[in-house]
């Protein structure tokens, strides 16, 4: 089946630093991925979504000069959190639309801003 | 955007039980997914349904498009079930609260 790789799978950083998370599919190509993010004991958060070549598309309330999305390849998006802090934390998780418009999920990387 | 409602938001069932969870959505949809979240967080694909019916082992969804809501059925439940069970609908996948499902030994 489809795979979707995430990395890295958790880190920790210091306020006011920046953070980049990769998300990758692995062996198919994906025009389409999306980002979420996740507090405890909650449900998913569409963050943006992000199409191969353009600009992202950020849901409303999303800061897009402090989540940096780039889909630079049909393989790899990445998100960048700038000037992390401790109310960043959360567990982020992307996604890719496969060739059947079925979606895959990555791991999710576990982010905490100290 | 469109609306997602599962319930019920918890459920506790002893092993061997049957269960149904419920997705209802609030616009028409080409694009509907089950997904179990693991205690690690991992999402895993159980169906792609946005209409129609499929199983799969234990695992069954009907997806009723017109009438706008989807099931899941589980069957002879067993503890490694327990995690939380979400529908996602749309072009870009809103999820539902979803619903936390506890199997007991």
């Known amino acids: 089946g489809a795979v979707v790789s995430q990395h890295p799978s958790w880190v920790i950083c210091k306020s006011g630093t920046s953070v980049k998370i990769e998300c990758r599919s692995l062996?198919?190509?994906?025009?389409?991925m999306f980002w979420y993010r996740q507090f405890p004991k909650q449900s998913l958060m569409l963050m943006a979504t992000?199409?191969?070549?353009?600009?992202?598309?950020?849901e409303q309330g999303v800061e897009k000069d402090k989540f940096l999305i780039n889909h630079a390849s049909l393989t790899l998006s990445t998100l960048t959190v700038t000037s992390a802090h401790p109310e960043d934390s959360s567990f982020y998780i992307c996604?890719?639309?496969?060739?059947?418009?079925?979606?895959?999920f990555g791991p999710g990387t576990r982010l905490t801003v100290t | 955007g469109i609306q997602v409602e599962q319930s019920p938001p918890d459920l506790i069932l002893q092993e061997g039980a049957n269960s149904t969870l419920r997705c209802n959505f609030s616009?028409?949809?080409?694009?509907l997914q089950w997904f179990h979240q693991n205690p690690w967080g991992q999402l895993i694909n159980l169906f792609y349904?946005?209409?129609g019916t499929k199983q799969n082992g234990r695992l069954s969804a009907t997806t009723v498009a017109t009438e706008r809501y989807s099931l899941l059925y589980i069957s002879s439940s067993q503890t490694t079930d327990s995690g939380v069970y979400f529908c996602?609908?749309?072009?870009?996948?809103?999820f539902g609260a979803g619903t936390r499902l506890t199997v007991k030994p």
């Open positions: 996604s890719a639309r496969g060739p059947a418009y079925e979606q895959y």
């Open positions: 062996d198919f190509q994906a025009t389409t």
């Open positions: 992000s199409n191969e070549g353009s600009k992202a598309t950020y």
């Open positions: 616009d028409s949809v080409n694009n």
């Open positions: 349904i946005p209409s």
């Open positions: 996602a609908v749309g072009n870009d996948m809103r």
